[in-house]
């Protein structure tokens, strides 16, 4: 989820933290543990620093370790410990508990997800993407709105927040119905589709689509039921060329294909440059695919520049590429 949710996400914990007596008739306590959720809301997803060094390890690391086994368990306690230093008179108990339940929120709710997260970590590096709620739900996000504002005005905290998870419940639960009928109207557009790959917007009525068969990749938007192709690419195998294969070990192309499931690529002569460029076909906006990976090989079959992430023109990655073509 996005940064704002989860925020509002711990607020909401701070609430059900009152139905321990502990948190609710100890004032020291209860600020320690207030600290602990908010921190631990937010604590996972300390490596977006990563974009400070580079998309690539930032594609290739966001949401894994970070969001492993271990790390649910370490942040409480590094957190917790922190908290009783500041906070000598405060339970420790009490504090890592309602922490951990922060940490571990805030990454079984990520889950959900297109992008998802390598929770199962050190058990399995696989990506865990259910792909049924959007980053930012507006839906999920009002609900923990209005369920602070009745705390702010005088309603009880713990009964609050109780009936706000209860409806968040069955609101998940309709999305993977509807994602399940979305799924259905899919195979019934492309038959014989090898890969589905269906993900939520910020319209609950509308899905992103892309789904590819032996022969083409299709792209599309489902508005419930319907399902409307915009998109068709057929399915070339990338032809054999010293130029392409040191393209591909490139940490850019390395990062994006370990990424993206789904995409289509072009090669072309620029100057006396190679360019490789791949294409996720997840994410089309506005006929535009943004998110790509480019490198530029030259006839020594060195890569001599090249970028992966979201760019919305050819002169914004000319600029990340800091490419100029030869006149």
């Known amino acids: ?50 974009k400070l060094r580079n998309n690539a390890v930032y594609i290739s690391n966001h949401r894994g370790i970070t969001h492993s086994v271990p790390a649910v368990m370490l942040w409480p306690l590094v957190l917790a410990t922190l908290l009783s230093l500041v906070f000598p008179a405060s339970e420790f108990f009490h504090v890592w508990a309602w922490t951990f339940l922060a940490v571990f929120i805030h990454v079984f709710v990520d889950i959900f997800n297109s992008y998802g997260t390598q929770a199962l970590r050190p058990f399995s590096n696989k990506w865990v993407a259910i792909g049924v709620i959007n980053t930012f739900d507006p839906i999920i996000f009002a609900l923990h709105i209005i369920a602070i504002a009745f705390w702010i005005f005088g309603m009880d905290p713990v009964s609050t927040f109780t009936f706000l998870y209860i409806v968040v419940f069955f609101y998940y639960l309709l999305r993977f119905a509807v994602k399940a009928a979305v799924k259905a109207a899919v195979k019934s557009t492309v038959p014989d589709a090898e890969h589905i790959f269906i993900a939520p917007t910020m319209n609950f009525f509308q899905w992103r689509v892309a789904a590819s ?22 399915r070339e195998k990338m032809p054999e060329s010293p130029y392409i294969d040191a393209a591909m070990t490139d940490k850019n192309i390395d990062a994006f294909v370990t990424f993206s499931p ?22 089309r906006s506005k006929d535009y695919y943004p998110f790509v990976a480019v490198a530029h090989v030259n006839e020594d079959l060195e890569v001599v520049n090249s970028y992966t992430g ?3 023109s050819e002169d914004k990655l000319r600029k990340k590429l800091k490419f100029v073509p030869n006149s």
């Open 1 to 50: 989820m996005d940064t704002g949710t989860h925020i509002v996400m711990g607020a909401a914990i701070c609430g059900l933290a009152m139905a321990d007596p502990v948190v609710a008739t100890d004032s020291v306590t209860m600020t320690a543990v207030y600290v602990g959720i908010v921190s631990g809301s937010l604590i996972p997803d300390i490596d977006t620093v990563l």
């Open 213 to 234: 068969n032996k022969d083409c990749h299709y792209v599309g938007r489902a508005y419930g039921r319907s399902v409307n192709i915009y998109d068709r690419f057929k």
């Open 262 to 283: 789904i995409y289509r690529w072009s090669v072309s002569q620029i100057g006396d440059l190679y360019e490789l460029r791949l294409i996720d076909l997840r994410y």
């Open 310 to 312: 979201w760019i919305f």
